[in-house]
């Protein structure tokens, strides 16, 4: 749930278009960056797995939600995937939401250790990844990094592209408010009136208490002051355009009335992403949520197109 400050693209119908046809940069030169950065212990992430009725496809998913999300947003895209796809799809809580641990720093380098870890204590292969904003970030920044990436087949991002761009200033406010309300050890009534100078729209306020849990008042399960420390960073990317690739086959899903993927960023994004796939539905930045028939048609279709490869 990240939103640059950007200016807002064009009006576009739904479309589909392939990357340009040039030479795929090898995996070999996909690398991790030569900073502290990836040196951060990983944490064990809360997850839900989603089992098909009978394993008649290649591999698993492994989905990551954004900013004040939790794995509870893709429970019902998670199923039809399983279902459709006849993998495994596991929905994870990231680092300092829902279930998992607290756990400073808050950035794209330890949230790709994180998954990395959890494919790993899985022992997972012919990964297809899939994220929305933040969890697109982070499932990007896992598919280059080359001491990482071995067991990823496939990589859905939702909405975001690898950009470095301010997000906008709500996100700080939201975590204000919600610092505000367990502060006044309020019940969930009160607690949403207090979020009203944050937030007019009554579904956002909804969205941020699907955080809220209750213990003789409201708390939240976001570790509000380590998120409000990293707000800034999360609008960077922790690689530099030309320092690494990935040649595995990539989809952008955005919405057309979104300013996270502008056709102006699609030519750096292929230089991460040589293979990279567009679409474009008719919906704001929550494309899954908006538009959920459409967007589970357009990632069956693709992982299927990358089981067969």
């Not at 330890?110 to 997972?124: I, K």
């Not at 956002?204 to 849990?213: E, K, M, S, Y």
Request: proline share 7%.
């Amino acid at each position: 749930m990240l939103r640059p400050l950007l200016p807002r693209p064009r009006p576009l119908a739904f479309s589909a278009s392939l990357a340009p046809a040039h030479a795929l940069i090898p995996r070999a030169r996909a690398r991790a960056l030569s900073t502290t950065q990836w040196d951060v212990p990983p944490v064990q992430l809360s997850y839900d797995v989603h089992d098909p009725p009978a394993v008649t496809g290649k591999g698993c998913m492994v989905i990551a939600h954004g900013l004040l999300g939790s794995k509870a947003n893709w429970r019902g895209l998670a199923r039809r995937f399983a279902k459709e796809l006849g993998v495994p799809v596991y929905t994870l809580d990231m680092r300092n939401h829902g279930r998992s641990p607290h756990a400073a720093p808050h950035t794209y380098a330890a949230m790709a250790g994180d998954v990395a870890r959890f494919v790993r204590d899985h022992a997972l292969r012919d990964v297809h990844l899939l994220g929305h904003s933040m969890g697109g970030k982070t499932m990007m920044a896992l598919a280059l990094n080359a001491g990482l990436n071995a067991p990823v087949k496939s990589l859905v991002s939702v909405d975001i592209a690898p950009t470095n761009a301010p997000i906008e200033p709500q996100y700080a406010g939201y975590l204000r408010g919600m610092r505000e309300i367990e502060a006044a050890r309020v019940g969930k009534e009160e607690a949403e009136a207090m979020l009203v100078p944050y937030e007019a729209d009554a579904a956002v306020r909804q969205f941020l208490l699907t955080n809220a849990v209750m213990a003789g008042h409201v708390c939240f399960r976001v570790a509000i002051d380590t998120l409000a420390a990293a707000t800034d960073g999360l609008g960077t990317f922790p690689y530099a355009v030309g320092e690494a690739a990935w040649d595995g086959p990539t989809l952008f899903l955005r919405g057309s009335r979104s300013d996270y993927v502008l056709d102006e960023c699609l030519p750096d994004a292929r230089r991460y992403l040589p293979r990279l796939r567009v679409e474009t539905l008719d919906a704001g930045h929550w494309v899954h949520a908006e538009r959920q028939r459409e967007t589970g048609d357009a990632v069956v279709e693709f992982v299927k197109g990358a089981m067969g490869e």
